[in-house]
């Protein structure tokens, strides 16, 4: 059989530990022998940031520019440990974080559903995607504790120095405590078009929720610039897609995500995405069946995991013990990479395979064939455990079943 041909090279960033393995494993076994893969490949395993003194991740970023498409691999995020087992010259920054900043992108978190695994909610039938505003609010805020018998003001200073003033409180009672957060225009808007972007893309509801009666000016921001820009750039492609944009109090949206039955993008506020996402994550059964896209508001798409490297099984891995570690989520970073590869090349063979890679991956689950995380809590009868390498090989009898 020929294989598959691609026009455009994919962004490929290779990672580190565990998923760096089963990296090499998922091409050997599922990608190279049906798809002739043109990629350009950057190794942002630490080893190698290391040694270009991090410029491997800025030109991993730019070349995702010049693509439009990249799939990452779960990379390490340095600490004082990971210094010294590197031998490290500088704490390198995130990665994910580096590469989200470049493209001033959103990150959007979808879980992938297969049945024996259920959500904690049993209504969630569909898949919830969290998208979360990742500037500004109090992850840039400004803190003080506040002595009693003092006053707090906000101030603003004009170019010409000119001041304005309004009171925050008057410490008369006791000690106490402020906080200054900021946000930008340019920054939500760009939030509210990658998310209205991507519910397009998807074909799925945009919900967006703050509290803006409580929070008039700052909240309310929010509320209006989302509205401008869905009023003014997409309210006719959304009705004609038959897809809704759908604002309400943020209370009002948490108690509609419990009774709803799931698929739709639920756009949070940087705080609201932080804790509504490891909510969701957990309620629908695991992290590593978890996918991760960062969308940028010019239409640049990063696929990944949003699971780590896990360092546990790779440490297990080096001493030559078996290994049971999931890669359904790095599967579907691939097959999401490769099916927006096709649709921006037009190429309906390339977006064929991901589909069937997909299925063939799902099947395999719903097969009772599965990784230790998911044998933990999947409800099928007929279940069996497998290693990190037989679970890939199994994928891959019914990838050639689906390939004819
Ligand atoms: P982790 O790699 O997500 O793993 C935490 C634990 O979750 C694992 O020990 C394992 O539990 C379970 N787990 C996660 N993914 C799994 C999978 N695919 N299959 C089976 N079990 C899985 O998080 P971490 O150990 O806190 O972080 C390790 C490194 O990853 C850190 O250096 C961190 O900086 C990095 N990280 C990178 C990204 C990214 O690149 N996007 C994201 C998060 C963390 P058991 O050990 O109980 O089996
Ligand atoms: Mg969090």
Same mark, same amino acid.
């Given at each position: ?175 106490? @405590?402020?906080?200054? &957060?900021?946000?930008?225009?340019? #920054?939500?808007? $760009?939030?509210?078009? %990658? +998310?209205? =972007? *991507? ?50 109090? @943020?209370?009002?949206? &948490?108690?509609?995500?419990?009774? #709803?039955?799931? $698929?739709?993008?639920? %756009? +949070?506020? =940087? *705080? ?63 097959? $999401? ?68």
């Amino acid at each position: 059989m020929a294989k598959i041909q691609m026009k455009t090279p994919l962004v490929e960033m290779d990672g580190d530990e565990m998923t760096r393995v089963l990296w090499g494993w998922i091409k050997d076994t599922l990608l190279t022998p049906y798809v002739d893969l043109n990629t350009e490949y950057y190794d942002l395993g630490l080893k190698h940031r290391e040694e270009t003194k991090d410029q491997v991740t800025i030109d991993s970023a730019e070349a995702t520019k010049k693509y439009g498409v990249a799939v990452k691999c779960a990379t390490i995020t340095p600490n004082a440990a990971r210094v010294e087992e590197y031998g490290l010259s500088q704490m390198w920054k995130s990665p994910n974080g580096t590469i989200r900043a470049a493209l001033d992108g959103t990150v959007f978190r979808t879980p992938i559903i297969v049945k024996g695994v259920e959500p904690y909610i049993p209504t969630w039938t569909k898949p919830i995607t969290i998208a979360r505003h990742a500037y500004g609010d109090i992850y840039k805020n400004t803190e003080m504790q506040v002595p009693q018998g003092c006053k707090a003001e906000l101030v603003v200073t004009d170019k010409d120095g000119n001041e304005k003033r309004e009171l925050i409180h008057d410490f008369t009672r006791s000690d106490g @405590i402020i906080q200054g &957060v900021h946000n930008l225009d340019v #920054s939500i808007a $760009g939030f509210a078009r %990658a +998310c209205l =972007n *991507y519910g397009l893309d998807q074909k799925k509801d945009v919900w967006f929720a703050t509290k803006d009666t409580i929070s008039k000016k700052y909240d309310h921001r929010f509320k209006d610039i989302f509205q401008e820009i869905y009023d003014n750039e997409y309210r006719e492609r959304y009705e004609a897609a038959g897809i809704t944009y759908f604002y309400t109090l @943020i209370d009002d949206a &948490v108690a509609r995500v419990i009774r #709803s039955n799931g $698929g739709y993008i639920w %756009a +949070c506020k =940087n *705080y609201d995405g932080d804790v509504m996402s490891d909510m969701v994550s957990t309620a629908y059964g695991s992290l590593a069946m978890m996918t991760s896209v960062l969308v940028s508001p010019d239409g640049l798409y990063e696929y990944e995991a949003a699971h780590g490297t896990v360092q546990r099984h790779y440490y297990k891995y080096l001493k030559g013990e078996e290994t049971s570690t999931n890669s359904v989520a790095t599967i579907f970073a691939w097959s $999401g990479a490769l099916r927006k590869r096709g649709e921006l090349d037009g190429s309906k063979e390339l977006m064929d395979f991901a589909d069937k890679l997909e299925k063939a991956t799902i099947q395999t689950i719903e097969d009772g064939v599965m990784t230790g995380d998911l044998f933990l809590i999947s409800k099928l009868e007929n279940k069996k455990k497998v290693d990190s390498k037989t679970f890939l090989d199994e994928i891959k009898l019914r990838l050639d079943g689906l390939m004819g």
